[in-house]
């Protein structure tokens, strides 16, 4: 399948220093012809912070995607029983959610929409930003790394000296690892540099 004939459900949780690159990868899949349906973390749909106000980056994902997209629990709860992405992707993934998702809890729209997906046994596609990716979360990730149909952006650390536990995915590559992940394959190598 190619992206212009796919239908993406995209789900942005709270790692909010990295929404610049995710705006940009979501036009690139735009502009390739998926159909992208934005879901919103409670966080994201709500938290002003110092990259962004809340409002104004929902409304941009609205235009880009020209959609509404989901912010509620209820409203991602139909993603399963009415089969509606042919992938999700959550980008940024942050720690929090990917601890979440590992652990079965469903307490927000993203894991509810990853959760409703899931049990259609169609690829989930994690681009993990998170602080603790090799301190506490390890555990998490690896966790979801051997769960069916999940599938990894490749990521790598950002900033090994003043940050050694963090990681973060190359977004760049989130359409390659939405093509892999439709053949039923992990893109490679998962752990970049």
Do not use: W
Request: net charge neutral; glycine share 6%; with cysteine.
């Amino acid at each position: 399948m190619k992206l212009s004939e796919c239908n993406i459900g995209f789900a942005i949780t709270g790692s909010f220093c990295t929404f610049d690159k995710i705006k940009s990868q979501i036009k690139v899949l735009k502009d390739e012809g998926a159909d992208i349906t934005p879901i919103f973390s409670f966080n994201t749909y709500n938290m002003d912070t110092r990259f962004t106000k809340a409002k104004d980056f929902i409304d941009e994902i609205k235009q880009i995607t020209g959609k509404e997209g989901m912010s509620t629990i209820q409203q991602a709860e139909a993603v399963g029983p009415n089969k509606l992405f042919d992938v999700l992707v959550i980008a940024p993934c942050t720690g929090n959610t990917a601890a979440k998702l590992a652990n079965g809890i469903t307490d927000t729209p993203v894991l509810m929409a990853a959760k409703a997906h899931l049990r259609n046994n169609l690829p989930l596609i994690i681009s993990i930003s998170t602080n603790d990716a090799l301190g506490i979360n390890l555990q998490n990730i690896g966790k979801l790394m051997v769960m069916k149909n999940i599938f990894f952006v490749p990521f790598g650390q950002d900033d090994y000296i003043k940050k050694p536990n963090s990681m973060i995915a190359d977004v760049s590559k989130i359409g390659d690892t939405i093509e892999a992940a439709m053949n039923n394959r992990q893109i490679q190598p998962v752990i970049t540099n």
